[in-house]
């Protein structure tokens, strides 16, 4: 991993494939680090420069995030200091994931200029209100207790009961990951999803938008994509069947094939 100051603070990111290719931008969900996307990189380098990276909070990333508008000029200074935007006739394409999925569309709203394609997994433009109490609680006990106190209901969150069941040794890594990730900073950003709506602001995305939804996700569960998709009128929509929250890691070549035929 690389560092590099911006802005808005110090980002910890890697790049990897050839730099002439197109652009492809990874955001990591809450519930992981950008470590959820180690099984697909490579594959994804084939074909794209791809970058990823830490949000504040996770592997040294730092940087004052109150709200999700400022998660999305953090990354937009992010993008600004590594030049993608610096060849006009480069696209730039993101791949958005749960939390980054707001932040993605946060982005969009904010910084329009910086991207030409949007796919964002398992996210919506807010979350209703029986939804928020989770995430609020989640805040409550992180701060009284630590990260250590959410690990089980994270993996729960992030994975299906079978799939979590069948693969220990990912849980197991999954737990160790979001152990390093910093109390305070997860406590506001679940804060911060809770009070987010971009919903109604989601018919201003002008850039070309693919939606997708893992039918077994019950963090952000199908219904939220599709009320997005709604909402954006050049959008596309796509389900993965047997897919939780984190299709990366539990479908990773239906993903890989599906991100294949969009971009």
Known sequence: MQQINTKAGTAIYQTKGNSENPNLVLFHTLLADCSVYDGIIDKLAE??????????????STGTCNSIDDYADWTAELFHALNLNNNKSKKI?????????????????????LMSHLI????????????????????????SEGISAVLDIAMSRMFPDAFRQANPSIIS?????LLT???EQFATACQALSQLDYLSKANQITCDVDI???????????????ELYKQITQAN??????????????????LLSLISRIL
């Open 173 to 177: 890594e999954r737990k160790s990951k």
């Open 212 to 226: 997708i939804a893992g039918m077994q996700d019950e963090t952000t569960p199908p219904s939220m994509s599709i």
């Open 47 to 60: 074909k794209f420069y791809v970058t990823r990276f830490h949000f504040p909070g996770y592997g040294g």
């Open 120 to 143: 964002i997994a398992n996210s919506g433009g807010s979350f209703p209100e029986e939804r928020k109490i989770p995430l609020l609680g989640m805040a409550q006990k992180v701060r």
């Open 237 to 254: 929509y796509h389900e993965i069947e047997d897919s939780g929250h984190c299709p990366q890691i539990q479908q990773p070549e239906k």
């Open 93 to 113: 394409s993101v791949f958005s994931n749960g939390f980054g999925g707001f932040v993605s569309i946060g982005l969009c709203l904010r910084h329009a200029e």
């Open 181 to 183: 990730a910093d109390p």
